[in-house]
């Protein structure tokens, strides 16, 4: 089963904030969240785990709540760099491969 | 050297050609697995394969084949080109134990059929 990330796209202004939501139906043992600019490959962020700490990738910091079966990304003071579309890939106790989101396409204007 | 290498990185074929993608990796990964990615859509799989003597199918598998041909070749083939095939391909590894560790990306194949 998909996860659901929303929204599906945000615009900022640079040193804005942003939050990213990428929720499941089905019970997760970690989330992974990945970054992809336009026509290049999708680069690892970072992974939050069962029970584990949030995360944190320079000013982008993550978190997962089991409970809900979701997790939150948290762009801080975004920066020109950030633009991109984020996926996040979750993994649950019956999965062979990760399931991915389809993904929040992030515009950052100067 | 890139960790997960893609070859080629751009490809226009015809309709009805046989086309082969290739994915080399020095991650020393036992998992590899191919994406197909439609401008503005996620990631779809398409064959992932956790050991060169396990192949498994993925969501959209039909219209393609993949060989491993070593732990460190992982290839994927259109036997017969359609235009819907039109895409941006990816291959990626993991390691085994993925649920704790990301995936790596290769570059990408632009891959154009008309």
């Known amino acids: 089963q998909q996860p659901v990330q929303s929204p599906q796209a945000v615009i900022l202004r640079e040193g804005e904030d942003a939050v990213i939501n990428c929720s499941s139906s089905?019970?997760?043992?970690?989330v992974h969240w990945y970054r992809q600019k336009h026509g290049e490959a999708p680069v690892f962020l970072m992974i939050l785990l069962k029970g584990g700490e949030q995360m944190r990738h320079e000013k982008i910091s993550a978190s997962f709540n089991e409970k809900k079966q979701q997790s939150s990304l948290y762009l801080t003071a975004s920066q020109l760099s950030y633009s991109g579309t984020y996926f996040c890939g979750t993994w649950g106790d019956s999965n062979y491969q990760l399931i991915w989101g389809a993904g929040t396409k992030l515009i950052i204007k100067p | 050297d890139a960790d997960v290498t893609q070859t080629p990185r751009n490809r226009i074929t015809k309709t009805g050609k046989r086309i082969m993608l290739e994915c080399s990796q020095t991650k020393g990964h036992d998992r590899m697995y191919w994406y197909r990615q439609d401008p503005g859509l996620g990631l779809r799989l398409i064959y992932y394969s956790f050991d060169v003597k396990d192949i498994n199918k993925g969501e959209i598998s039909d219209g393609y084949s993949v060989s491993r041909q070593a732990q460190a070749k992982f290839s994927l083939s259109l036997e017969s080109a359609i235009p819907n095939q039109t895409a941006l391909y990816f291959c990626?590894?993991?390691?085994?134990?993925?649920?704790?560790?990301?995936?790596?990306f290769g570059s990408g194949t632009r891959l154009t059929v008309v």
């Open positions: 089905k019970a997760l043992y970690s």
């Open positions: 990626a590894t993991s390691d085994p134990n993925t649920s704790r560790y990301g995936y790596t």
